[in-house]
């Protein structure tokens, strides 16, 4: 078996446990948050006041569209979030050393084409439902 522990592993759980996730670095804007999480920009309002409240995230002004509210975490959550997930990364990592490159590579691009299928049916799903409360308010 082939030893997929250091430079050939570190950055494909890196980027699992980093890809479009909250704790990553930068700001997202308000409306992807309502967009990702599916839900209307007023139930997204509604959490991210709580959380400015608790510390977790601050919202700024976009310095390219004085329209968009960006958000970020907090130097408190960012730690929480690290604290929390460690545990996690840690035994991921266990776990992945009993596996060859190649068996690793297999189930990233598994992971990955399925996330597109899954992308790809919750649009139709959205779409779906856009057009069946179209379809009830028009009624």
């Known amino acids: 078996m082939i030893s997929i522990r250091g430079d050939n592993i570190q950055p494909l759980v890196k980027h699992h446990f980093n890809h479009h996730s909250i704790k990553s670095p930068g700001f997202v804007s308000a409306g992807r948050l309502a967009s990702e999480a599916g839900l209307s920009t ?56 009993g596996y060859t490159t190649d068996e690793v590579s297999l189930v990233r691009d598994f992971l990955r084409d399925n996330r597109r299928l899954n992308e790809a049916h919750a649009e139709r799903v959205r779409v779906r439902r856009r057009f069946g409360q179209e379809g009830e308010a028009a009624s």
């Open 42 to 97: 007023g139930a997204v309002t509604t959490v991210l006041d709580r959380l400015e409240r608790a510390g977790y995230a601050r919202r700024v002004q976009d310095p390219g569209d004085r329209r968009r509210v960006l958000v970020e975490l907090t130097p408190a959550a960012r730690r929480e979030l690290q604290q929390l997930y460690a545990p996690l990364t840690d035994a991921t990592m266990r776990q992945l050393e």
